[in-house]
T-cell receptor, first 120, second 114 residues
Framework: GAVVSQHPSRVICKSGTSVKIECRSL??????MFWYRQFPKQSLMLMAT?????????EQGVEKDKFLINHASLTLSTLTVTSAHPEDSSFYIC????????????????FGPGTRLLVL | QKEVEQDPGPLSVPEGAIVSLNCTYS??????FMWYRQYSRKGPELLMY????GNKEDGRFTAQVDKSSKYISLFIRDSQPSDSATYLC??????????????FGSGTQLTVLP
């Protein structure tokens, strides 16, 4: 199956600093990548949809100036949490959708392993 | 009302039991239905993918979709302790633009006791 990696897997930072999280599709090209946030014992909440070469589309309530998304290539998207605060502590997960899925009609998202962010 | 409803559990079963996990939904535009398994502190892993109504079997896992009732199920036969995880249902409306976004259930936490 398709593999998506995330780096770092966990990060601890001081309040006010910025943190960059990378999402890579390792063995396929992804036109679209998604960024989710997950709080303990809750489901995934979509933050934004990122298309290669264009601006990300943010979900209602997500601050685009705080969560900067860059999708510079078909295999890499980055999420930067700017001026992080303790309430930004969460599990951030990216997913990627294949450019040309091998099975016609089968198009879904492959998830990365997640990045746990703790802001002190 | 949420678009996708899923019983959060927790659900505990003995090893070897048949597990039934379910989701209901309200958006009749949903056509693609998925089940993901998520181990603690890990990203979701795709288990089953189904288009429209019907059944799909893969090893010990069977996915069922009943679009007329807006109800989907995942059955796990001969459950194993390694199946202990949170199971998320997900669905999407179509094949273009924002319709491709997945809507997730809240997840059901399953524990299979040895």
């Amino acid at each position: 199956g398709a593999v998506v990696s995330q780096h770092p897997s966990r990060v601890i930072c001081k309040s006010g600093t910025s943190v960059k999280i990378e999402c890579r599709s390792l063995d396929f090209q992804a036109t679209t990548m998604f960024w989710y946030r997950q709080f303990p014992k809750q489901s995934l909440m979509l933050m934004a949809t990122s298309n290669e070469g264009s601006k990300a589309t943010y979900e209602q309530g997500v601050e685009k100036d705080k969560f900067l998304i860059n999708h510079a290539s078909l295999t890499l998207s980055t999420l930067t949490v700017t001026s992080a605060h303790p309430e930004d502590s969460s599990f951030y997960i990216c997913s990627a959708r294949e450019l040309a899925p091998p099975v016609l009609g089968r198009e879904t998202q492959y998830f990365g392993p997640g990045t746990r962010l703790l802001v002190l | 009302q949420k678009e996708v409803e899923q019983d959060p559990g927790p659900l505990s079963v003995p090893e070897g039991a048949i597990v039934s996990l379910n989701c209901t939904y309200s958006n009749s535009a949903f056509q693609y239905f998925m089940w993901y398994r998520q181990y603690s502190r890990k990203g979701p892993e795709l288990l089953m993918y189904t288009y429209s109504s019907g059944n799909k079997e893969d090893g010990r896992f069977t996915a069922q979709v009943d679009k007329s009732s807006k109800y989907i199920s995942l059955f796990i036969r001969d459950s194993q302790p390694s199946d202990s995880a949170t199971y998320l249902c997900a669905m999407s409306a179509g094949s273009s633009g924002s319709a491709r976004q997945l809507t997730f259930g809240s997840g059901t936490q399953l524990t299979v006791l040895p």
